[in-house]
Antibody, heavy 124, light 107 residues
Framework: QLQLQESGPGLVKPSETLSLTCTVS??????????WGWIRQPPGKGLEWIGS???????YYNAALTNRVSMSISTSKNQFSLRLTSVTAADTASYYC????????????????WGQGILVTVSS | DIQMTQSPSSLSASVGDRVTITCRAS??????LNWYKQKPGQAPELLIY???SLQSGVPSRFSGSGSGTDFALTISSLQSEDFATYYC?????????FGQGTKLGIK
């Protein structure tokens, strides 16, 4: 059973870069039936998909963030990472990593399971 | 981009009630619609995928329906653990957007 765990600093200064890592256990990150995604949630607000990455390194990002976001993956460490540059207070949120699962018997994709999330505050 | 609109934004109900939450997409998303439940301080968890498929381990009182632009999540008989916020999410096209959420509270 897949489990995901986010790690990284909980406080980032404005204009600096937010960097988070998600460690996957219980399965190989190199599976061809999964992408690996990041989703964020500002305090008291809704969910926003940031982007997803495949084990091959193929990425696709939310166009609203594409000029500031990058993702990478390490199959040897079973980890994938998020970098968000030039952060502002608007980037304060709980950041979740999740398995972006492709349907096998039905068309579609969905996020399951999720990590517990990490709150990142942007403040000087 | 596809906009997802849930209604109502909040509702109050009692244990044992039947509750329906709706989700409308700004364009057709066929059956590429998922539902999640989120309790305070916790990560979302998948309930329904592909509009009507029940995720393994989710109680059968949860059901999903719809296709195209209009979808619904129904809880047939509310239990105390169901009081939470519910989100729909489309996976038809990037960016994969969520509804604004429906907060289900105790009456």
């Amino acid at each position: 059973q897949l489990q995901l765990q986010e790690s990284g600093p909980g406080l980032v200064k404005p204009s600096e870069t937010l960097s988070l890592t998600c460690t996957v256990s219980g399965g190989a990150i190199s599976s061809n039936t999964y992408y690996w995604g990041w989703i964020r949630q500002p305090p008291g607000k809704g969910l926003e998909w940031i982007g997803s990455i495949y084990y091959s390194g193929t990425t696709y990002y939310n166009a609203a963030l594409t000029n500031r976001v990058s993702m990478s993956i390490s199959t040897s460490k079973n980890q994938f990472s998020l970098r968000l540059t030039s952060v502002t207070a608007a980037d304060t949120a709980s950041y979740y990593c999740a398995t972006d699962k492709l349907g096998a018997t039905v068309s579609g994709r969905w996020f399951d399971p999720w990590g517990q999330g990490i709150l990142v505050t942007v403040s000087s | 981009d596809i906009q997802m609109t849930q209604s109502p934004s909040s509702l109050s109900a009692s244990v044992g009630d039947r509750v329906t939450i709706t989700c409308r997409a700004s364009q057709s998303i066929r059956s590429y619609l998922n539902w999640y439940k989120q309790k305070p301080g916790q990560a979302p968890e998948l309930l329904i995928y592909a509009a009507s498929s029940l995720q393994s381990g989710v109680p059968s009182r949860f059901s999903g329906s719809g296709s195209g632009t209009d979808f619904a999540l129904t809880i047939s008989s509310l239990q105390s653990e169901d009081f939470a916020t519910y989100y729909c999410q489309q996976s038809h096209s990037s960016p994969y957007s969520f509804g604004q959420g429906t907060k289900l509270g105790i009456k």
